[in-house]
């Protein structure tokens, strides 16, 4: 992808000062910009890269006064970074956009593919899938019998769908994710070995949903495990059966949710979190990374940390007391010496 | 699938009472029955839902009497929730129950295929690779050379098993877990860099064992990584190479054991247990989610929780004590200005 | 494979003892030998074996003066030790040469292919890729538009790399890592809903890095995610956007590294660490399993542990009187029992 000045000017609706006609072919921060590159200004702390920048393109600010002369091409726009924001997704948008239906892929006769698709070769689509239209399935996704797939979908490379799972619009799905897989259900016997309990419900998924590499969501024993719309989930982070992730929900990498666990919307969740099966965590809380809820949060939009975690504050002080323990423990012995000493000296008189 | 109330009171050895003619095509909780679903009730404290549901078909037992006119039929059997168990199981048996070769796939001409067996498209077979009968191997599979599977296994989408690894009968793995990748072995050398040790040995796995989606299991250095007849690994676990995990044992997502380590069998591990190498764990053993396994434990069938772990109840008791800290910090220094008051006051006087 | 003890004398330049003819195929520890396997004794610690094994050919020293009479042929060499890791890493590398491009596989007419490569059955080879002389790229590889793999690779079967993304020389990739997948980047808008913050960055790779299998490493925002030469990644590590792994680092499995952070070079990371965003880590640095780095780490070769991390004494001091903790607190309530009597006393008389 090449653009020169005059067509990133037009699109930014922006005045132009310097060469028209020269062109970048990629995005850079001020600090990393080279030939051939575009970037921005938006704090004034970095004002000093402007004059010393190789960048070709610098987006800059209307009110900004030169102090110094610039070789690259200026754009003056209202906002700086929501203006480099806008090429940013421009960019990323003709980078992906991929169409067509590329060979050899399987797409079961029954299976329904929307308008404006692309089939990656080796993709797999069974039968009865639904894929909507302007989705992207990259090749090595595999979507078993029944998957419906919204419009707007991407999902990359490696992606595995298994039978009877529904995403909504705009949903992306990032390498090797599971979607589906069955939940880890396992009754007991009397000589110790386990017998399958079979997991036939599925995985919903609603509308501006993203899931990350290598992320594992198991399918319900019965009924659904479910993804609200808004949910965005990072990489390596296991999802149980009959969980519910509530809408705009949060959770960073390598997070676990157990059983049937339902986690309120509008919940920011950090990484390495491990959270108990059958449990509800109230709408809008904070949790921080590698922390264990292990009960119940009832109270909504509050902070927790620790393993078992309790309010954040208390924590974090704990903590620090934590670390002086073996002093504290070396100042009840004192304390014990002293009493013993004090306690005797009535004897000894 | 469809079937009628006729079709499964016969499958089931039950009374019929209602229509025999309703069909259903999937299973539901009684909290959540649609028409066209067939329900159970086993546990009394539902009843009450036995009269508003939707659901087409109820089984329920010979002995509950009816307080209330039903809508839905009644299929009557001994024990409602051992007979839906049988029904989940048939339901998944028949959707799952996939057969033949799917092209284009990759099958060397060395390769043993069993009969009976589903090959997926894109699955990839390689030199020397024994499937046995009624195994399922789906798309994107890849068995490298020499791998032998047994019968009755199903490897789902993009599973990955490296040369030489042996799986047993009735073996579930789910999609992307990787099996036989090498083992993290490198020399440190004087400049700093590490020198790669080669991973020639396998993993064996017994019969009767489920591996989540995600999970690596590593070869061994030379030798075998075992995991057991019967274990049940969940998501994203990390089996180091040269380990050794006994029947039975069920270990929970996001686990990870070291190199060489040897759980006894019929353990129970929780989530984001983390066992450090070469150590033995005792058969039996419990352990707590998020603990931490530091040294060996040789006392059989004890509970186990923290990190570094120690007996569970105690660990339980310092967690809520842990919590007190600050305030036990505060108490120690009042103490210790009592005591100079004390110690102060005979000379005072 | 196949060979007689004469071929492996001649390869380790060693003495043979016993029949020249007898031939292995197989590798094994001295105390699992069994016949038509090789295997060496280092240690005199098991030298008693030596006498009892079933390995047909065993690999000691120069200097064992044997003491019983022995049935294995004997090849005699200066360290058997090295000797044996040379014989391992033979096996290993005729095992794996693999050479070829397999049917069928899709190579973009634009991408370039080296020498002497193996392209496995269902691999992807995006626009403008380049693929060095004698790298393997196995079955169900994916590599997206204009990405560049070095020479002497190896990308096993699963490997998934995005866009743009490079590898250098030496690189190893093990099944269903991900290389290059988004950053998780979501601007918080007043409606509680986020939108996504494009990652238009890439990942970049140095030469000798070793990467684990279901490991993610996410591509920059802007810029490159940067993989050091000689770093050792284990499986299933999550190395978010924009991070930089610095040289000869080693990290172990479950181990997560958020946006932003530079690890130091000759770094040694345990397993289920967490890293937080933003942060720097001193060169050398040696940091325990599960440990929570909340904060720059400035000295350079020091030892951490805990969540959040402190010195590694004290944190293994502090998790020894943790254990005490309710005995500390009983210690405390006789201590203030005591002291009130002793200042009740005066009262009383």
Redesign the interface.
């Given at each position: 992808m090449q653009f020169t000045a005059q067509q990133v000017a037009i699109l930014l609706n922006g005045t132009l000062e310097g060469d028209p006609g020269v062109t970048v072919n990629q995005?850079?921060?001020i600090e990393?910009g080279i030939q051939g590159s575009l970037t921005f200004l938006a704090n004034p702390k970095y004002e000093a890269y402007l004059y010393n920048t190789m960048a070709s393109i610098v987006v800059i600010s209307n009110d900004l006064e030169l102090t110094q002369p610039v070789i690259p091409t200026l754009i003056r726009v209202k906002d700086p970074y929501s203006s480099f924001?806008v090429l940013?997704?421009k960019?990323?948008t003709i980078?992906l956009d991929k169409k067509g239906i590329?060979q050899?892929s399987?797409i079961h006769p029954s299976a329904k593919v929307g308008k404006e698709v692309y089939i990656?070769?080796?993709a797999?689509i069974g039968q009865n899938v639904v894929v909507g239209d302007n989705s992207k399935v990259?090749?090595?996704v595999?979507l078993?019998d029944n998957v419906q797939v919204g419009d707007n979908c991407t999902l990359?490379?490696?992606v595995?769908v298994?039978?009877d799972c529904v995403l909504g619009n705009n949903v992306?799905v990032?390498?090797?994710a599971?979607i589906g897989?069955?939940g880890?259900g396992?009754a007991p016997q009397k000589d110790?070995?386990?017998t399958?309990?079979?997991?036939?419900g599925n995985v919903v998924i609603g509308d501006?949903v993203?899931i990350?590499?290598?992320?594992?969501i198991?399918r319900a024993t019965?009924?659904s495990t479910l993804i609200r719309s808004?949910v965005?989930l990072?990489?390596?982070i296991?999802v149980?059966h009959n969980v519910e992730i509530g809408?705009?929900t949060?959770i960073?990498?390598?997070t676990?949710v157990?059983g049937s666990a339902k986690v309120g919307?509008?919940s920011v969740i950090g990484?390495?979190v491990?959270i108990?099966g059958h449990i509800n965590i109230a709408k809008g809380s904070q949790i921080q990374?590698?922390s264990?809820i292990n009960r119940s949060i009832e109270e909504e939009g509050k902070k927790w940390a620790g393993?078992?975690a309790?309010n954040y504050t208390?924590?974090m002080?704990?903590?620090v007391?934590?670390?002086?323990?073996?002093e504290?423990?070396r100042?009840?012995e004192e304390?014990?010496r002293?009493?013993q000493e004090?306690?005797q000296l009535p004897e000894q008189k």
């Open positions: 995005l850079a921060k990393e924001s940013l997704e960019y990323n980078k590329e050899p399987y990656g070769a080796f797999y990259y090749p090595h595999y078993g990359f490379s490696g595995k298994y039978s992306i990032h390498s090797s599971v897989s069955d880890f396992f110790g070995t386990y399958k309990v079979s997991q036939i501006d993203e990350g590499s290598n992320t594992s198991d019965i009924g808004g965005k990072d990489n390596l296991q149980a809408a705009n949060v960073a990498s390598q676990g157990s919307e509008n990484g390495q491990g108990v990374a590698k264990g393993a078992p309790t208390n924590h002080r704990a903590q007391v934590l670390q002086r323990l073996p504290l423990e100042k009840i304390l014990q002293r009493i004090l306690t």
